[in-house]
Protein backbone atom coordinates (compact mmCIF):
# COMPACT_ATOMS: atom_id res chain seq x y z
CA UNK A 1 0.00 0.00 0.00
CA UNK A 2 1.15 3.72 -0.63
CA UNK A 3 0.13 6.53 1.56
CA UNK A 4 -1.95 8.91 -0.38
CA UNK A 5 -2.69 12.70 0.50
CA UNK A 6 -5.47 14.82 -1.10
CA UNK A 7 -5.25 18.62 -1.57
CA UNK A 8 -6.93 21.20 -3.59
CA UNK A 9 -10.24 20.98 -2.34
CA UNK A 10 -13.16 23.58 -1.29
CA UNK A 11 -15.74 26.06 -2.41
CA UNK A 12 -16.30 27.28 -5.72
CA UNK A 13 -19.53 28.58 -7.61
CA UNK A 14 -21.10 26.34 -10.59
CA UNK A 15 -19.09 26.62 -13.87
CA UNK A 16 -15.81 27.17 -11.89
CA UNK A 17 -12.92 24.96 -11.65
CA UNK A 18 -10.99 23.14 -9.18
CA UNK A 19 -7.94 20.80 -9.67
CA UNK A 20 -7.08 18.14 -7.00
CA UNK A 21 -4.09 16.66 -6.62
CA UNK A 22 -3.34 13.69 -4.74
CA UNK A 23 0.47 12.60 -3.56
CA UNK A 24 1.62 9.65 -3.07
CA UNK A 25 4.48 8.20 -0.55
CA UNK A 26 5.75 5.10 -3.21
CA UNK A 27 8.20 5.22 -4.93
CA UNK A 28 6.69 2.87 -7.36
CA UNK A 29 3.70 5.14 -7.99
CA UNK A 30 4.89 4.98 -11.61
CA UNK A 31 2.92 1.38 -11.64
CA UNK A 32 0.27 2.17 -10.27
CA UNK A 33 -3.15 2.29 -10.97
CA UNK A 34 -4.71 5.32 -9.43
CA UNK A 35 -7.95 6.52 -9.34
CA UNK A 36 -10.58 9.04 -7.87
CA UNK A 37 -13.78 8.00 -6.59
CA UNK A 38 -16.11 10.33 -4.70
CA UNK A 39 -19.15 10.37 -1.89
CA UNK A 40 -22.24 12.92 -1.73
CA UNK A 41 -24.07 13.01 1.53
CA UNK A 42 -26.30 10.22 1.32
CA UNK A 43 -24.97 8.46 -1.78
CA UNK A 44 -22.37 5.55 -1.89
CA UNK A 45 -18.90 6.23 -3.00
CA UNK A 46 -18.94 6.17 -7.30
CA UNK A 47 -16.24 6.22 -9.35
CA UNK A 48 -15.08 9.35 -10.97
CA UNK A 49 -11.93 8.75 -13.13
CA UNK A 50 -8.99 6.43 -13.26
CA UNK A 51 -5.00 6.58 -15.10
CA UNK A 52 -3.23 3.17 -15.87
CA UNK A 53 0.40 2.75 -17.29
CA UNK A 54 -0.06 1.65 -20.87
CA UNK A 55 3.02 0.83 -22.93
CA UNK A 56 1.82 2.13 -25.82
CA UNK A 57 0.50 5.29 -24.38
CA UNK A 58 2.98 7.40 -22.18
CA UNK A 59 0.30 9.35 -20.81
CA UNK A 60 -1.27 6.41 -19.69
CA UNK A 61 -4.87 5.16 -20.68
CA UNK A 62 -7.54 7.53 -18.78
CA UNK A 63 -11.10 5.96 -18.19
CA UNK A 64 -13.69 8.14 -16.58
CA UNK A 65 -17.33 8.41 -15.61
CA UNK A 66 -20.01 9.52 -17.90
CA UNK A 67 -21.07 11.96 -15.88
CA UNK A 68 -17.30 13.78 -15.57
CA UNK A 69 -16.73 13.07 -19.25
CA UNK A 70 -15.48 16.13 -20.56
CA UNK A 71 -15.12 18.09 -18.25
CA UNK A 72 -12.46 16.37 -15.81
CA UNK A 73 -9.54 16.00 -17.27
CA UNK A 74 -7.09 13.08 -14.70
CA UNK A 75 -3.29 13.28 -15.11
CA UNK A 76 -0.06 12.77 -13.27
CA UNK A 77 3.61 13.35 -12.51
CA UNK A 78 5.40 10.75 -11.97
CA UNK A 79 8.81 12.46 -11.33
CA UNK A 80 6.56 14.27 -8.50
CA UNK A 81 4.52 11.39 -7.53
CA UNK A 82 1.75 12.98 -7.65
CA UNK A 83 -2.11 12.55 -9.64
CA UNK A 84 -3.83 15.34 -10.69
CA UNK A 85 -8.34 16.07 -11.48
CA UNK A 86 -8.53 18.87 -13.57
CA UNK A 87 -12.36 20.08 -12.74
CA UNK A 88 -13.76 22.26 -14.91
CA UNK A 89 -17.70 23.56 -15.42
CA UNK A 90 -18.53 22.92 -12.53
CA UNK A 91 -22.10 21.62 -10.92
CA UNK A 92 -23.64 21.29 -7.77
CA UNK A 93 -23.97 17.77 -8.57
CA UNK A 94 -20.26 17.33 -8.31
CA UNK A 95 -20.13 18.38 -4.73
CA UNK A 96 -18.95 15.57 -2.43
CA UNK A 97 -16.04 14.46 -0.69
CA UNK A 98 -13.16 13.41 -2.77
CA UNK A 99 -11.18 10.63 -2.38
CA UNK A 100 -7.67 9.23 -3.99
CA UNK A 101 -7.40 5.82 -4.44
CA UNK A 102 -4.74 3.57 -5.80
CA UNK A 103 -3.58 -0.23 -6.83
CA UNK A 104 -0.66 -1.96 -7.91
CA UNK A 105 -2.46 -3.34 -10.86
CA UNK A 106 -5.67 -4.14 -12.26
CA UNK A 107 -7.61 -4.60 -15.60
CA UNK A 108 -10.05 -2.24 -17.44
CA UNK A 109 -13.15 -3.99 -16.05
CA UNK A 110 -12.29 -3.60 -12.45
CA UNK A 111 -10.59 -0.30 -12.62
CA UNK A 112 -13.84 1.59 -12.02
CA UNK A 113 -14.68 -0.33 -9.21
CA UNK A 114 -14.65 0.69 -5.50
CA UNK A 115 -13.27 -3.01 -4.16
CA UNK A 116 -10.21 -3.16 -6.62
CA UNK A 117 -8.00 -0.29 -4.78
CA UNK A 118 -6.24 -1.16 -1.39
CA UNK A 119 -4.54 2.48 -0.66
CA UNK A 120 -6.85 5.46 0.11
CA UNK A 121 -6.33 9.00 1.27
CA UNK A 122 -8.59 10.85 4.16
CA UNK A 123 -10.84 12.48 1.41
CA UNK A 124 -10.94 16.04 0.50
CA UNK A 125 -14.43 17.99 0.29
CA UNK A 126 -15.56 20.14 -2.94
CA UNK A 127 -18.22 22.25 -2.89
CA UNK A 128 -20.28 23.73 -5.66
CA UNK A 129 -22.95 26.38 -5.03
CA UNK A 130 -25.35 27.30 -7.65
Known amino acids: QVQLVESGGGLVQAGGSLRLSCAASEGTFIAYVMGWFRQAPGNEREFVSAIAWSASNTAGNTYYADSVKGRFTLSRDNAKNTLYLQMNSLKPEDTALYYC???????????????????WGQGIQVTVSS
Open 101 to 119: AGVPRTTAAEISRENTYDS
